[in-house]
């Protein structure tokens, strides 16, 4: 009679039952591991696949363990960690290994919103069980990670163009094209363990609260130089975030696709929140369909886990052109506009530049239902710039006359006062007051609750 300790995952939960860990399934001789084990201090549902062993290839059996896996974090409610090195499915299984893989994908959806669900590709990621990897709420991959659904042979016999593995489906491909990467690492599971503090066990709990020595009064006077004076003239916005954040310290998701968007993990007095900032460095802050993809997906990631949503402005609006529109500017530019809407944590807006055009609407104003809107002292809510309103409304006024009118239409409808006196800015506060400011707002809108109409899901844009 074979025991456990014969098989190879036998050995693995063997270790892992010495370190802590408790083994799920572990007398089933498969490609995959399922443990309940500690992580940074978190208790976590971990699924691993055994590269070593037929590749990674997913049995019947490997896919009923990772819907195992699954299962046992929604009924525990703690996040669930997949660490995948799989070939795709195991063509010697026949059908049963398609039927296991689609139960996983079903048990890992079912997750979704539920509990935290946090992807660590380490190798090769192939066919149909590379979908689960657009399940996952994040996706960390090492350099040795590739992920793609059709193969070098599919490809090259559909489009007759031959492709070097990582250039298909790489960690930098994905990282810079596709989206589906949110991290580039090679420390998985330190990265996971930092990915997951940021995150409460499941959505009925609070966010974890870490110690901090840095006062949430801090004056942060850096942030008055951080906007330059030329309304054209680009910064980085990543330092305003980290000058109001916790002792400096911000991790960004998805850096390198649509830069023009900001999102990253800071803390602000121990507590978790989420921001959404324009950067101006990048396309002048405009949107387009990734940013508006990539912003939406991650205010819904914050929504469904209690976080509360920081939203930095500084845009012109959306990036123009022909081919977005035909691309469907308007259906993705609407998943953002969705995903504010939608959204039950408390918000809080700060105007440091511009907000103009639709984007005044979409990057979370009060109009769309903004728990608190800031504006900082330069701040320019407004249709459009001067020029281009001059332009249309006094067509036939000679250069003395534009200028003259450019100045008048700057000073009313460019400055943050008007705004404010109609109850679009809730309060315009100095730069160096920021920390403290959001310190307290977060404190007073803490206890914000929704009454969330019963409804079987939205249909919302995709």
């Not at 793609?148 to 559909?158: L, N, R, T």
């Not at 940013?291 to 976080?307: E, H, I, P, T």
């Amino acid at each position: 009679m074979r025991t456990a300790m014969t098989t190879g995952w036998g050995q693995v939960t063997a270790l892992a039952a010495a370190r802590g860990g408790v083994p799920l399934r572990g007398s089933v001789d498969g490609t995959v591991g399922v443990e309940l084990r500690e992580l940074d201090g978190r208790r976590v549902v971990v699924a691993r696949t055994a590269s070593d062993r037929r590749r990674g290839a997913l049995a019947g059996k490997d896919g009923e363990s990772l819907a195992a896996a699954a299962r046992a974090a929604c009924a525990l409610r703690l996040p669930l960690l997949l660490e995948l090195a799989t070939s795709g499915a195991d063509v010697s299984d026949g059908v049963d290994a398609r039927h296991g893989w689609g139960r996983a994908a079903a048990a890992v959806a079912a997750c979704s919103g539920i509990v935290p669900v946090v992807v660590v590709v380490v190798g090769p990621a192939i066919s149909g069980p590379a979908l689960l990897l657009g399940l996952a709420d994040l996706v960390a991959m090492t350099g040795e990670a590739v992920a793609f659904v059709s193969g070098p042979s599919m490809v090259q016999a559909f489009t007759g163009v031959r492709l070097r593995p990582e250039a298909r489906g790489g960690a930098g491909m994905h990282a810079l094209t596709s989206g589906l990467c949110a991290v580039e690492t090679e420390d998985p599971l330190d990265v996971a363990g930092e990915l997951l503090s940021y995150l409460p066990d499941h959505a009925d709990a609070e966010t974890p609260l870490l110690p901090t020595s840095d006062p949430l009064q801090r004056s942060v006077p850096e942030l008055r130089e951080v906007v330059p004076v030329r309304d054209n003239a680009a910064y980085d916005v990543r330092d305003g975030i980290t000058a109001v954040a916790d002792d400096g310290v911000s991790r960004e998701l998805w850096g390198r696709w649509a830069p023009q968007l900001v999102t990253s993990f800071v803390r602000l007095g121990g507590r978790a929140v989420g921001v959404v900032a324009n950067q101006p460095r990048s396309l002048a802050g405009t949107l387009d369909i990734a940013a508006s993809q990539k912003g939406a997906r991650f205010v819904r990631l914050c929504d469904a886990f209690n976080l509360p949503i920081l939203t930095l402005v500084d845009t012109p609006g959306f990036l123009p052109g022909k081919d977005l529109e035909w691309r469907g500017m308007i259906r993705h530019g609407a998943q953002l506009v969705f995903a504010y809407a939608e959204a039950t944590v408390p918000r809080i807006a700060i105007t440091l530049r511009k907000s103009m055009g639709g984007a005044y609407i979409v990057m979370d104003s009060k109009g769309i239902g903004s728990t608190l809107c800031i504006g900082w002292p330069g701040s320019q809510p407004a249709v459009m710039g001067a020029r281009g309103a001059v332009q249309i409304l006094h067509r036939s006024a000679d250069d003395e006359e534009r200028s003259r009118r450019e100045e008048q239409y700057a000073a009313r409808f460019l400055a943050p006062w008007e705004a404010a006196e109609r109850g679009y800015f809730d309060m315009i506060i100095d730069p160096a007051d920021t920390r403290r400011e959001l310190a307290r707002a977060l404190a007073n809108v803490a206890s914000r609750r929704e009454r969330l109409v019963g409804r079987k899901h939205d249909a919302g844009p995709m």
